[in-house]
């Protein structure tokens, strides 16, 4: 149980694009998920905090307007990253929690997203 | 002061060994603590959780909490090769927010 999945796993495009990642919680529901984006050899950051039928939470310095987020059900959210720069690449990771089990958060495999 | 900090490493044990794993934290009142192992290029998979004071045991892992002194370790047994990955401690504090650490990259050398 608890299985989450991403798609795409991977995905190139070009710069001043957009790209949309989904986040599925495959056999429980996930009233909050969360985005992070890890860099080659640093560690998880918290980009935002989606909680279903609400508006994402943001950490400080994440630009909400270029990194949209949606929840719309209890078993899927969407970021859309809006006109990718270089620097956008990452490697991006969602993370749902167990609606009765509030201490427990399960991974998706991650989204590698390079920007040409 | 980082909410949850970790020795980078690396880290390298004989195959066999026993693998230690630190990790404190900065909000007193965190209830909640979690060690992820992350393979290179995959995401991170949960490994233990541990709630209250002392020891917690699964199979060849050991999570140990001290709340007085702000310390979570993890403990692997038996070390293998396939142990070899990076060890993310995570801590839910009092705001419920999740916290990880920088990580801890472990080398079992057979």
């Known amino acids: 149980g608890a299985v989450v999945s991403q798609h795409p796993s991977w995905v190139i495009c070009k710069s001043g694009t957009s790209v949309k990642i989904e986040c599925r919680s495959l056999?429980?529901?996930?009233?909050?998920m969360f985005w992070y984006r890890q860099f080659p050899k640093q560690s998880l950051m918290l980009m935002a905090t989606?909680?279903?039928?609400?508006?994402?939470?943001?950490e400080q310095g994440v630009e909400k307007d270029k990194f949209l987020i949606n929840h719309a059900s209890l078993t899927l959210s969407t970021l859309t990253v809006t006109s990718a720069h270089p620097e956008d690449s990452s490697f991006y990771i969602c993370?749902?929690?167990?609606?009765?089990?509030?201490?427990?958060?399960?991974f998706g495999p991650g989204t590698r997203l390079t920007v040409t | 002061q980082k909410e949850v900090e970790q020795n980078s490493g690396p880290l390298s044990v004989p195959e066999g060994a026993i693998a230690s794993l630190n990790c404190t934290y900065s909000?007193?009142?965190?209830?909640?603590f979690f060690w992820y192992r992350q393979y290179s290029g995959k995401s991170p998979e949960l490994i233990m959780s541990?709630?209250?004071?002392g020891d917690k045991e699964d199979g060849r892992f050991t999570a140990q909490l001290n709340k007085a002194s702000q310390y979570v370790s993890l403990l692997i047994r038996d070390s293998q090769p396939s142990d070899s990955a990076t060890y993310l401690c995570?801590?839910?504090?009092?705001?419920?927010?999740?916290?990880f650490g920088t990580g801890t990259s472990l080398t079992v050398i057979p």
């Open positions: 993370s749902a929690r167990v609606m009765d089990r509030v201490s427990e958060q399960y």
């Open positions: 056999d429980f529901q996930a009233t909050t």
């Open positions: 989606s909680n279903e039928g609400s508006k994402a939470t943001y």
């Open positions: 909000d007193r009142g965190s209830q909640s």
């Open positions: 541990i709630y209250s004071n």
């Open positions: 995570a801590v839910r504090n009092t705001g419920n927010q999740f916290y």
